[in-house]
Nanobody, 126 residues
Framework: QVQLVESGGGSVQAGGSLRLSCAAY???????????MGWFRQAPGKEREGVAA???????VYADSVKGRFTISKGNAKNTLYLQMSSLKPEDTAMYYC?????????????????WGQGTQVTVSS
């Protein structure tokens, strides 16, 4: 079992930046078994969407809507994940969730992920 805890959300004006963090907790074997970690978001009245994900080799994938603006990365420790968000737009406003899976076919497909955090709110005002 893996627990994920997000932090770093908040309110910012359009054009600003925020950095989200995610820490994974659990047995060492469970943490070491994680293959994909990713960030997903859900705005009120909208479906959840994949924002960015990174696999154990460091290969990252991004949604088209955030390419060039968001950067996903891992910390030196295997149990940390970051999302650097720049040039934020009002349409980026959503609850952002960190997720993880030991499956090798994760990517931006949320249905594949096994572990989810509680979410952190990001609000971008115009």
């Amino acid at each position: 079992q893996v627990q994920l805890v997000e932090s770093g959300g908040g309110s910012v004006q359009a054009g600003g930046s925020l950095r989200l963090s995610c820490a994974a907790y659990g047995y060492s074997y469970s943490i070491s078994s994680i293959y994909w970690m990713g960030w997903f978001r859900q705005a009120p009245g909208k479906e959840r969407e994949g924002v960015a994900a990174i696999d154990s080799d460091g290969t990252a994938v991004y949604a088209d809507s955030v390419k060039g603006r968001f950067t996903i990365s891992k910390g030196n420790a295997k149990n940390t994940l970051y999302l650097q968000m720049s040039s934020l737009k009002p349409e980026d406003t959503a609850m952002y969730y960190c997720a993880a899976t030991p499956r090798s076919w994760g990517g931006l497909r949320g249905e594949v992920y096994d572990y989810w955090g509680q979410g952190t709110q990001v609000t971008v005002s115009s």
